[in-house]
């Protein structure tokens, strides 16, 4: 399984940015799917769910603010962020769980730089 995230950048608070994450080597719409993020100094933490029946979770940090979801003909999971805030800069990782709800492939990260 391949993961490739894109779409972030430079945004001003307030701003919106989606992010993107191409799927190959596997059926996405068959797997649970998760955003995570880590800014400097920090531990990498989850930001969103997206299971394979369509259910989503989301961090208190984003709930509101942040939509995950994906697009089966193209194969590929998107976060949709909304109202941002110079705390949502960090390299933004897509990432498929395992049963155990566990990251299992990761793609290379995107930054998302926000400027207040």
């Known amino acids: 399984v391949q993961l490739q995230a894109s779409g972030g950048g430079l945004v001003q608070a307030g701003g919106s940015l989606r992010l993107s994450c191409e799927v190959s080597?596997?059926?996405?719409?068959?797997?649970?799917m998760a955003w995570h993020r880590q800014a400097p100094g920090k531990k990498r933490e989850l930001v969103a769910v997206?299971?394979?029946?369509?259910?989503?979770r989301y961090a208190d940090s984003g709930k509101g603010r942040f939509t995950i979801s994906r697009d089966d003909a193209k194969n590929t999971l998107y976060l949709q962020m909304n109202s941002l805030k110079p705390e949502d800069t960090a390299v933004y990782y897509c990432?498929?769980?395992?049963?155990?709800?566990?990251?299992?492939?990761w793609g290379q990260g995107t930054q998302v730089t926000v400027s207040s």
């Open positions: 080597g596997s059926t996405l719409k068959l797997k649970r």
């Open positions: 997206l299971t394979s029946g369509s259910t989503t």
């Open positions: 990432a498929n769980l395992n049963t155990g709800w566990r990251p299992e492939y």
